[in-house]
């Protein structure tokens, strides 16, 4: 009877499990990337032959075992930064990014230094 | 010398701020359809529409100076529309076609009305070869060199300035 149950968990649960994991992975790249010929919509949100057919290289792309990384990289070389909502750090944008750290540390020095000057007074 | 007064050091933080978010922001805000430009174009290999026996890969190095490549298709307007462009040009450079998931009987009836301008036509059937080369549609035109460089794309149906503007690249 255990040996029923092992069996059937293995032939059904786990590769069901390993499917949907992939589904989930598959839509949350979709969501990650905009479409570029649509107003506004994501991959996950489209239907225009673009979106089709980046769908399917995508497709192939996580059979082939590529990672996320690995399919970011393949569509930012051919469509730029912009196709993806959630766009990687880059050079250019670094600053934009430290600048409210900057300015924390910054004023967390002011306010320190004031807060010795009053102290020694 | 004077100390900068408090008023004046907050204007020039918030200007700093504003430039270098304003530069920041702009870098990354817009999609640019040139972004293959001077790049080499990525490996394919087309299947002819008419003999799937037949291969062509693309790019070629050192064979054409230029090469130009189209992207069409038999129920695409536009692409109906800048063909007599592409039937000029087919004297001045060689033009390989990339048939964009079109039925072979309406492409080739398309090309037999409308004559044939390409030196090898492929056949796209599920739009990854379109992708590869980083298309978002059609019609698309590249112009790439003996290097394998894309040196010009076109977004969208050809027209006569865009004609004269590939005229001149290749002269």
Redesign the interface.
């Known amino acids: 009877m255990r040996n029923i149950f092992l069996i059937i968990l293995f032939v059904f649960f786990i590769p069901a499990q390993l499917a949907m994991a992939s589904a989930e992975r598959e839509i949350n790249i979709y969501k990650n990337i905009r479409c ?2 649509c107003q506004g919509q994501s991959l996950n949100d489209s239907n225009s ?2 979106a ?3 769908k ?2 995508i497709k ?1 792309k996580i059979i082939n075992k590529e990672t996320d990384k690995e399919i970011y990289k393949y569509l930012t ?6 196709i993806l909502f959630d ?1 990687p750090l ?1 050079k ?2 670094l ?2 990014w430290a ?1 409210p750290l900057i300015t924390l540390i910054g004023g967390l020095f002011i306010l320190g230094k004031r807060l010795v000057f009053h102290l020694k007074q | 010398m004077k100390k900068p007064s408090k008023i004046s050091l907050l204007v020039s933080v918030t200007v700093i ?1 504003f430039v ?2 304003y ?3 702009k ?6 359809p040139n ?2 430009l001077n ?1 080499p174009l ?1 490996a394919i290999e087309l299947t002819s529409l008419v003999n799937t026996n037949l291969k062509q890969e693309l790019p070629l190095i050192n064979r054409d100076k230029y090469y130009l490549i189209n992207i069409w298709s038999s129920w695409c307007v536009p692409c109906r529309e800048e063909h007599s462009i592409l039937m000029k040009l087919k004297d001045k450079i060689k033009i390989y076609g990339i048939n964009y ?1 079109d039925k072979k009987t309406n492409a080739t009836a398309f090309l037999n009305k409308l004559g044939n301008p390409f030196y090898f036509t492929g056949s796209d059937k ?3 070869i ?5 298309a ?2 059609i019609p698309e035109t590249y112009v790439v060199n003996s290097q394998g460089l894309i040196i010009f794309k076109h977004v969208g149906p050809l027209n006569k300035k865009i004609y004269l503007r590939i005229s001149e690249i290749i002269k």
């Open positions: 570029l010929v032959d673009f089709v057919d980046l399917k290289v192939k070389e051919r469509y730029g930064d912009w766009p880059k250019k944008t600053l934009l600048l | 701020f270098i978010f530069y920041s922001l870098a990354n805000n817009k999609n640019n972004i293959m790049k990525p998931k599920d739009g990854s379109s992708i590869e080369i980083g978002y549609g």
